[in-house]
């Protein structure tokens, strides 16, 4: 594996940062769009103000740009393997709640497991390329949720599906920062190993 | 004993001579101007329905004597209608500024506070001390979903009202218009406009949080806009302008993932290039030029009986023709 500073590293870092920027704007749109037809079938008020939904990774961060590179891609790696479950619940919740009565909603939430999952997989290949370990899932994943009342369910579902949107925009900025060039080194900034 | 008295437009006030009873012979002035004494009850002066031109000075004097009994600041005025707020981030993300003002004056002092809670937590407005009516915040936390609810109290002698706003991070992003722009024609070129501009200064970080710029531009004579979005780029050539029309142009610009758009940057003016030069030449310069560049078009004369079409000649005979007869003008030159 080519050394975290060479040359090719730094181009296929940028490469990889470039085409997570698409990812992660497609992304956004797409939950945008999910956001509003979830709302209205889920007949939710959209201004709704929605607590802290326990096990959803918040995207709100202090001191985000004094934050590593590393830190970045560990911290949305997180994040995106926490979506990947909640999303995975929420469907198997839909499933049950509406069987094929809202196949609309189905596929749009399924679309959009599928581009966490990926985002997912993008976020590990950048790790890789920094030869960080990648951190392992936990074997079990979180214990199951209590069972929810079918109003709880959609609110959770509210409070999921718009702490991602704010994470695919917290995704970009995240990449756009990684793929600068440190100006002495050319490395991106912050993913030397912290002495 | 002096002090300030506030009351409203349209009040009935009643001043009293001090500890003077109220059967005392006493003189009222306004400003210094005796007032008549069919605003009197005994020593009381009466106003009715004061109104704003009332403001000022009221002083009594004991009778006799003159000795100065009592004075007191009449200071008419109005309690504070809904004051009108305005919180924006035009230097995301590194805060975001809030900005005040009563939609109608009061004629007397206000003061006001603001207040800005996120979630459960306080923050502090810092004021500007110019203009006053503004305050600033830095953000603490970035990618919130927590709303920011920032209220406005504003407090004078004779009432208060407030006015409450609640937004999310993203939702107040607005940049300042777009700095410099500059448009210039192309020359030889005379569909092409070349527009340049920087962007806002107080914009603090262009790269990791680029901004996208939508352009809009239009003969002056005409009504209608044309319109171009650039996701990325501080320039951009118009390639479809009339040839020799003034244009008006003007750009304003975005957070390529938030928020929403500027205002319109100041306008600026071009012209497209055209052959036709601005000042009319003389005959012996139009010599000159041709003994210079043998090829090119060459300017019609004064005239102005001519297209803009081709004018063709070479030595000290300038022929102005349209353009369907400059092959026939140039075999009649080889003759």
Redo the contacts between chains.
């Keep these: 594996m080519a050394a975290a500073d060479s040359p090719s590293a730094a181009l296929r870092r940028r490469d990889l940062c470039s085409r997570g920027i698409r990812l992660a ?1 497609k992304m ?1 749109a797409d939950v945008v769009d999910l956001l509003d037809a979830y709302v209205e079938q889920q007949g939710l008020d959209a201004s709704a ?1 929605v607590a802290a939904v326990e096990g959803v990774p ?5 001191r ?2 004094e934050q590593t590179g590393t830190q970045r891609l560990l911290e949305n790696l997180a994040a995106y393997r926490a979506f990947r479950t909640l999303l995975a619940q929420m469907l198997e919740e839909q499933r049950e709640q509406l069987g094929e009565a809202d196949a609309g909603l189905g596929r749009a939430l399924a679309a959009v497991l599928l581009q966490v999952s990926a985002f997912a997989y993008h976020l590990e290949e950048l790790l890789r390329l920094e030869s960080r370990g990648i951190p392992g899932e936990e074997e079990d994943g979180p214990p199951p949720p209590p069972r929810l009342s079918l109003f709880e369910q959609k609110l959770r579902g509210l409070g999921v599906l ?2 991602l949107a ?2 695919a ?2 995704s ?2 995240d990449l ?2 990684l793929a ?1 060039p440190s100006p002495a080194t050319g490395t991106a900034p912050g993913l030397a190993e912290s002495p | 004993d002096s002090h300030t008295q506030y009351e409203r437009v349209g009040a009935d006030v009643t001043m009293k001579c001090g500890s003077m009873d109220w059967d005392a012979a006493v003189t009222w002035t306004a400003n210094g101007t005796d007032i008549d004494e069919s605003h009197l009850n005994g020593s009381y002066l009466i106003l009715k329905n004061v109104d704003l031109s009332q403001s000022g000075q009221y002083s009594c004097y004991e009778g006799s004597s003159w000795h100065l009994k009592y004075q007191t600041y009449l200071r008419v005025g109005t309690p504070p209608k809904e004051p009108v707020l305005m919180c924006r981030s035009n230097n995301y993300p590194k805060g975001f500024y809030c900005s005040w003002h009563l939609p109608t004056p009061t004629y007397i002092p206000n003061t006001f506070n603001i207040s800005v809670i996120h979630g459960t937590k306080d923050m502090v407005c810092e004021k500007d001390a110019i203009p006053k009516n503004r305050c600033h915040i830095r953000y603490l936390q970035l990618f919130s979903t927590v709303k920011y609810k920032v209220t406005l109290t504003v407090t004078n002698a004779l009432g208060k009202n407030y006015t409450t706003l609640t937004f999310d991070e993203f939702a107040i992003v607005k940049p300042d218009p777009p700095e410099s722009v500059v448009a210039k024609p192309v020359p030889n070129n005379p569909r092409r406009l070349e527009v340049s501009w920087q962007n806002p200064s107080s914009w603090p970080d262009p790269e990791s949080f680029p901004l996208k710029f939508f352009l809009r531009y239009r003969p002056l004579i005409l009504d209608q806009w044309q319109h171009v979005e650039l996701s990325d780029g501080t320039s951009h050539t118009i390639t479809d302008a009339y040839a020799g029309k003034e244009y008006i142009i003007q750009v304003a610009a975005k957070d390529t993932d938030i928020g929403t758009w500027s205002d319109w940057s100041v306008a600026v003016h071009a012209t497209t290039w055209t052959e036709e030069p601005k000042h009319l030449t003389t005959e012996a310069q139009i010599t000159e030029t041709t003994s210079a560049s043998t090829s090119s078009f060459m300017a019609p004369p004064t005239t102005k009986i001519c297209d803009k079409g081709a004018v063709v000649g070479s030595g000290a005979v300038a022929v102005c023709w349209t353009a369907g007869l400059v092959v026939a003008a140039y075999s009649v030159l080889f003759i």
């Design positions: 704007g956004r103000s918040l995207a709100a961060v202090e985000w740009d718009r702490e704010q994470w925009v917290r970009v900025r756009r920062q600068k």
